[in-house]
């Protein structure tokens, strides 16, 4: 069975130019995650799918963040314009939909962000 | 929301003994507590979690204490090895599916 994988596994971008992160998810996993991890600090949650719905996106820091689940299978989150302050590491994460198992998710490899 | 401190944020012990991380939550209604190994240059990976019904849970050299009172979880490694040097995060799921993490703790294993 394939990983959560994630595209492109660095970005190098200037402050205000466009990115776009995609995430594909463990195949039948309905939740999907994302989070950013500024360096020496936690894992911070940014926002949830359920299938293509967004559950919860009170994590995401402003307007200028923009994610998508169209489908219901990838997800792409995109920063318009980007900031200094937007770099750092984007993971995703996936897990099941039910009751237990929906608790473990699974990581992605990561896209490294740079911006400057 | 949900607050996860997590310490210490660097461990260094000797191979073969224990190591030791903690983090506390300040959600009582928080309800599940994993933890994930992250290896230089790899994904996070889950090894071990347990569920606040339960108050500890282990998996060979892996073990979790789970205290609901005080708000506080721990993560115990018995007979380190060098292949346990890793990024080390707690993570505590809220009744909203949320998860928040610790800031994580760098282990090194000294051979």
């Known amino acids: 069975e394939a990983g959560v994988t994630q595209f492109p596994s660095h970005s190098v971008i200037e402050k205000g130019q466009t990115v776009t992160l995609r995430c594909d998810p463990i195949s039948g996993h309905d939740n999907l995650y994302w989070y950013r991890r500024v360096m020496g600090k936690e894992i911070k949650f940014l926002l949830h799918?359920?299938?293509?719905?967004?559950?919860?996106e009170s994590g995401m820091p402003n307007n200028r963040f923009l994610a998508e689940r169209t489908g219901g299978t990838y997800s792409t989150l995109k920063v318009q314009p980007a900031e200094l302050e937007d770099s750092g590491v984007y993971f995703c994460?996936?897990?099941?939909?039910?009751?237990?198992?929906?608790?473990?998710?699974?990581f992605g490899p990561g896209t490294r962000l740079t911006v400057t | 929301g949900e607050n996860v401190e997590q310490h210490p944020s660097t461990l260094s012990v000797q191979e073969g003994d224990s190591a030791v991380i903690k983090c506390t939550y300040s959600?009582?209604?928080?309800?599940?507590f994993p933890w994930y190994k992250q290896e230089l240059g790899k994904r996070p990976q889950l090894i071990i979690d347990i569920r606040s019904n339960v108050g500890e849970k282990k998996d060979q050299r892996i073990a979790v204490t789970l205290n609901k009172t005080a708000k506080h979880f721990s993560l115990h490694i018995t007979e380190t090895q060098p292949e346990d040097s890793a990024v080390y995060f707690c993570?505590?799921?809220?009744?909203?599916?949320?998860?928040?993490f610790g800031t994580g703790t760098s282990l090194t294993v000294i051979p």
């Open positions: 959600d009582s209604a928080s309800n599940y």
């Open positions: 799918f359920v299938k293509e719905s967004k559950q919860d």
């Open positions: 993570a505590a799921k809220s009744t909203g599916n949320q998860f928040y």
């Open positions: 994460a996936s897990s099941s939909l039910g009751t237990l198992s929906s608790y473990e998710q699974y």
